[in-house]
């Protein structure tokens, strides 16, 4: 306590700190009025060495008055000293409890007409500032101090969980409050809602996402009739635009566990998928209802399932989990010539827990460059459906380009269905019949 005033004074003398930011570099904690405290004791040490010292007495009364204490500035003037007026270098004398009562006022009229159970509140402190305040720890060895924004998270932060009856979340608050107490702006950010899901591709031709023209990008121009794209619609817009708008979100993210082409159907298991809706005023939706509009507005072509809400991790484990999932497809496929039956038993004798050399199909090398990958068919079987026609149920590991294995893209994928049966595919109908392993749900 008997060193706090001197290093006080020590700090005083060189920075002109408001009561509030001496008291939080001092105490670090929860001191209030220890700030104008200290001041009075150093003002008290400034007129007792009045006589002895009166130069470095002078020098004090100054430095406290510029600091912004009042019974220093009274001092002053009686004393004939010229004092500058100058703002806390820290703080610029922002860091009042009036203030604080408009930032929470504001921030409470702010999160106004959105859902969530808990926040955070973040203070936006100009760099330059904040860099100051630390060469003043540094300088005079205050390692234990409490910043300027921590001391603004807290105190807006504590008044606020009364105000709005929801408490802080650190970790993941629904809702971050960003104040500003330089400007007096506040700023409220929901966290971003996830709900994950299965969906299904009824029909083909709907790609995955919007489909921009390749020749204007989306302008539009002849060779898309002026449409911008290749396909009117999209899997994507179908699921996200119904939950944009039980959510209220301003906009949305698609993200999938991994895609289809265009022409192959999703049944059965279905594709894994998380909707990420940006802003939502709404957190608490009705998953029947979702379900609902995305099948209403797609006319049954596009359903989604197993519907609930996620977490932002669970993106990486969607992402993850696809490159080690295997999944599951099936193919039915004419070919030229007929087929024997012999000739399937061999196929899946071959193919059966097959390593396939795959080079980067010709269709997708343009986008995606040469490269060779090594992808298992965990397990294959076939069915004749006419003499011409096979039904092939393959498994495989995540990555394996399914067309290719069968007509073998001109060799460039080892082995292949249509070398092994040497027969040549004329059509091959696709569809994604879901994966074997899918997320672990964490929320
Ligand atoms: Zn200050
Ligand atoms: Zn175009």
Request: with cysteine; glycine share 6%; charged share 30%.
């Amino acid at each position: 306590m008997t060193e706090t005033p001197s290093k006080a004074k020590e700090i005083l003398l060189k920075y002109r700190l408001c009561d509030r930011c001496l008291e939080r570099l001092l105490t670090a904690g929860n001191h209030r009025g220890r700030g104008a405290q200290i001041k009075a004791r150093l003002l008290e040490e400034a007129r007792a060495t009045l006589q002895a010292s009166r130069d470095e007495a002078l020098v004090l009364v100054k430095a406290l008055a510029e600091s912004g204490y009042v019974p220093a500035q009274a001092e002053a003037l009686e004393l004939g000293l010229q004092v500058e007026a100058t703002f806390c270098p820290i703080c610029l004398g922002r860091l009042t409890d009036e203030v604080i009562k408009t930032l929470v006022a504001e921030s409470a009229k702010m999160v106004n007409g959105y859902e969530f159970e808990d926040f955070l509140v973040g203070a936006l402190i100009p760099k330059h500032l904040a860099s100051i305040e630390e060469r003043i720890f540094s300088e005079f060895g205050l390692a234990e101090s409490e910043t300027l924004r921590k001391e603004v998270t807290r105190e807006v932060g504590s008044r606020l969980e009364v105000v709005l009856n929801r408490p802080v979340n650190f970790t993941s608050p629904e809702m971050l409050i960003l104040v500003d107490i330089f400007t007096g702006t506040v700023e409220a950010r929901p966290a971003p809602l996830y709900v994950f899901g299965h969906y299904f591709k009824r029909q083909p031709n709907i790609p995955q996402t919007p489909w921009y023209c390749s020749s204007c990008w989306g302008a539009g121009c002849e060779k898309c009739g002026g449409l911008g794209r290749m396909y009117p619609d999209s899997v994507a817009e179908y699921i996200g635009e119904p939950s944009m708008r039980l959510a209220k979100a301003i906009g949305y993210k698609f993200h999938a566990a991994g895609r289809e082409d265009v022409d192959v159907t999703v049944e059965e298991g279905g594709r894994p998928f998380i909707i990420e809706l940006v802003m939502p005023r709404l957190r608490r939706i009705s998953f029947d209802e979702l379900k609902e509009a995305v099948r209403r507005s797609s006319d049954g072509r596009v359903e989604v399932d197993s519907l609930r809400l996620a977490a932002r991790s669970d993106l990486d484990l969607l992402k993850e989990s696809m490159e080690s999932a295997v999944k599951r497809y099936r193919a039915v496929v004419r070919f030229e010539r007929p087929i024997e039956g012999e000739a399937l038993k061999k196929l899946e004798a071959t193919l059966r827990g097959a390593v396939i050399e795959q080079h980067t199909p010709r269709r997708v090398i343009k986008r995606r460059g040469d490269r060779l990958r090594r992808k298992r068919v965990a397990l294959i079987t076939s069915r004749l459906l006419d003499d011409f026609t096979v039904e092939l149920n393959i498994e495989a590991e995540g990555g394996l380009y399914v067309k290719e294995l069968i007509h073998g893209d001109e060799g460039r994928t080892e082995p292949n269905v249509a070398e092994i049966l040497n027969n040549s595919p004329l059509s091959i109908n696709l569809k994604f019949l879901g994966v074997s392993k899918t997320i672990q749900h964490v929320k």
